[in-house]
Nanobody, 114 residues
Framework: QVQPVESGGGLVQPGGSLRLSCTFSQIFSNWAMAWYRQTPGAQRELVAAVNPSGTTNVKDPVKGRFTISRDNAENTVYLEMNDLKPDDTAVYYC?????????WGQGTQVTVSS
């Protein structure tokens, strides 16, 4: 299994929180990993990335609300999402950073709605 496996999405009200998880192959253990998201008709965009040493890069639209982390022993990357907004509604994917084109999984749907 090379494609990452995402989980944790769901329906949440504005202002709510979710925690996404992604397990990835051992082959990515020394790679930076990232969360991306995509809405219908739009390009997939980077949300946040974390390198193997834990240094993170969080994009402006979610800075201060989302936190990315990883557990290298478990080959898992997390996305803690707080103060969710309707604009955060998307399918969320994880994958290697900066290029995940050959490794997309199924993603997990996050819907923020009252």
């Amino acid at each position: 299994q090379v494609q990452p496996v995402e989980s944790g999405g769901g329906l949440v009200q504005p202002g709510g929180s979710l925690r996404l998880s992604c397990t990835f192959s051992q082959i990515f253990s020394n790679w930076a990993m990232a969360w991306y998201r995509q809405t219908p008709g739009a390009q997939r965009e980077l949300v946040a990335a974390v390198n193997p040493s834990g240094t993170t890069n969080v994009k402006d639209p979610v800075k201060g609300r989302f936190t990315i982390s990883r557990d290298n022993a478990e080959n898992t990357v997390y996305l803690e999402m707080n103060d969710l907004k309707p604009d955060d509604t998307a399918v969320y994917y994880c994958g290697p950073y900066p290029d995940a084109r050959n490794y997309w999984g199924q993603g997990t749907q996050v819907t923020v709605s009252s």
